[in-house]
C-alpha cells in the first residue's frame, strides 16, 4: 500500500523558516519524482516544487522561487521542502504528492498525503 | 501559462443522476488532462490522467472525455460518497495548472 506521511508543519512568524518532510513507503521511492502541492485556506490547489527520482532535477512555481528548497534522500525514502521567507500568503496545507513524468516535465500526480498546516502569522 | 477554467461552479443533484462536468484550457492541452476529487476534509484523489484513463481503484461510473482545449468528466450514476469537489490539471506545460473546481453537492 502507498503511504505519504507529511510531518513539520506549524505557525511561524513572517520571514521565518520551516521544512517540512514527507516519509514514504509502498513503492520504491527513487524511482518517482516527487512533487509538494498546497492549498490556502478555502481555496484550489496550487503546485509548488518538484523534483526527479535521482534528485537531479527540480522545479518551482515563480511564487517560491529563490525561497523554498525541495530535496529528498532516497536512502530514507524521505522527501523535504525547506522554506525560507515565509509570507503570510504561503500559509495553508502543503501535501506531498508522487509525481509520474517528473523528467519531461509533464506533471500530474496520483498519490496524496494526508497534508500538513503550514500558518504565517504574527 | 495555461489557464483552466471549469463550470459549472457548483452542482446539485440527487443519487442515480448522472454529473457533466467541464474544464476549459486557454489553450490546447493535447489530452493531457487529469481529474482529481477531494472530499471535505481529505486529500485530493487521482480519478483521470490524459483525458480518459481512469486510475487505479476509481470505479467504471467515472469516465474522462475531450480533446484540445474542452474536457469533460462524466459521473453516470451518483452516489452519496461522490459529494466532493473535482478539480480538472493540465500537465502539457509548465508550470502544472489546477482549475478552480466544480463542486458537486449530493441532494
Known amino acids: 500500500e502507498v503511504q505519504l506521511l507529511e510531518s513539520g508543519g506549524g505557525l511561524v512568524q513572517p520571514g521565518g523558516s520551516l521544512r517540512l518532510s514527507c516519509a514514504v513507503s509502498?513503492?520504491?521511492?527513487?524511482?518517482?519524482?516527487m512533487s509538494w502541492v498546497r492549498q490556502a485556506p478555502g481555496k484550489g490547489l496550487e503546485w509548488v516544487s518538484a523534483?526527479?527520482?535521482?534528485?537531479?532535477?527540480?522545479f518551482y512555481a515563480d511564487s517560491v522561487q529563490g525561497r523554498f528548497t525541495i530535496s529528498r534522500d532516497n536512502s530514507k525514502n524521505t522527501l523535504y521542502l525547506q522554506m525560507n521567507s515565509l509570507r503570510a500568503e504561503d500559509t495553508g496545507i502543503y501535501y506531498c504528492?508522487?509525481?509520474?513524468?517528473?523528467?519531461?516535465?509533464?506533471?500530474?500526480?496520483?498519490?496524496w498525503g494526508q497534508g500538513n498546516v503550514v500558518t504565517v502569522s504574527s | 501559462e495555461i489557464v483552466l477554467t471549469q463550470s459549472p461552479a457548483t452542482l446539485s443533484l440527487s443519487p442515480g443522476q448522472r454529473a457533466t462536468l467541464s474544464c476549459r484550457a486557454s489553450?490546447?492541452?493535447?489530452?493531457?488532462l487529469a481529474w482529481y476529487q477531494q472530499q471535505p476534509g481529505r486529500p485530493p484523489r487521482l480519478l483521470m490522467y490524459?483525458?480518459?484513463v481512469r486510475a487505479t481503484g476509481i470505479p467504471a461510473r467515472f469516465s474522462g472525455s475531450g480533446s484540445g482545449t474542452d474536457f469533460t468528466l462524466t459521473i453516470s450514476s451518483l452516489e452519496p460518497e461522490d459529494s466532493a469537489i473535482y478539480y480538472c490539471?493540465?500537465?502539457?506545460?509548465?508550470?502544472?495548472?489546477f482549475g478552480p473546481g466544480t463542486k458537486v453537492d449530493i441532494k
Open positions: 504528492a508522487r509525481t509520474p513524468g517528473v523528467p519531461a516535465g509533464m506533471f500530474y500526480f496520483d498519490y
Open positions: 509502498g513503492f520504491t521511492f527513487r524511482i518517482f519524482g
Open positions: 523534483i526527479s527520482g535521482t534528485g537531479d532535477d527540480t
Open positions: 489553450e490546447s492541452v493535447d489530452g493531457f
Open positions: 490524459d483525458t480518459s
Open positions: 490539471q493540465q500537465r502539457r506545460y509548465s508550470p502544472p495548472a
